[in-house]
């Protein structure tokens, strides 16, 4: 069965190429273009429903910032070992420490990685 990634991302351009080269890396994508999408599928696994095996969170959304995705992600011991990588185009240190102290494995700048270099990244911590 194909490995799952929550992909949290509002930009339709973004989506689709990631959908595209990450689906060709042999994963599922399930996109959400809002934040409390995200939360209530969070919900839904903290019920049981299937765990994805990492989960994408763009920082800027339109209804909330990434950190309260990721924060809501850490707090319960059903989603707490889901790896988090945050992806995004806002470069700023403080963001990055607190993206870093919320257990997030990756803060990756948009504009730092390719579609296929960032499918590769996933690639390589789903393998490991």
Do not use: W
């Not at 049981?48 to 339109?62: F, H, R, T, V």
């Amino acid at each position: 069965m194909a490995q799952k990634i929550l992909l949290i991302e509002d930009e339709p351009q973004l989506v689709e190429i990631y959908n595209v080269v990450l689906s060709k890396a042999g994963f599922v994508v399930e996109t959400f273009k809002y934040g409390v999408e995200a939360k209530e599928y969070l919900a839904t696994v903290r019920r049981g429903a299937e765990k994805p095996s990492l989960i994408l969170i763009d920082l800027i959304l339109p209804d909330m910032n990434g950190i309260e995705i990721l924060e809501e992600v850490k707090k319960y011991p059903e989603t707490q070992d889901i790896p988090c990588f945050v992806s995004t185009n806002y470069s700023d240190p403080e963001m990055e420490k607190k993206c870093l102290a919320l257990k997030a494995e990756k803060f990756l700048l948009k504009t730092d990685h390719t579609p296929k270099e960032l499918a590769e990244i996933v690639k390589q911590r789903l393998s490991g």
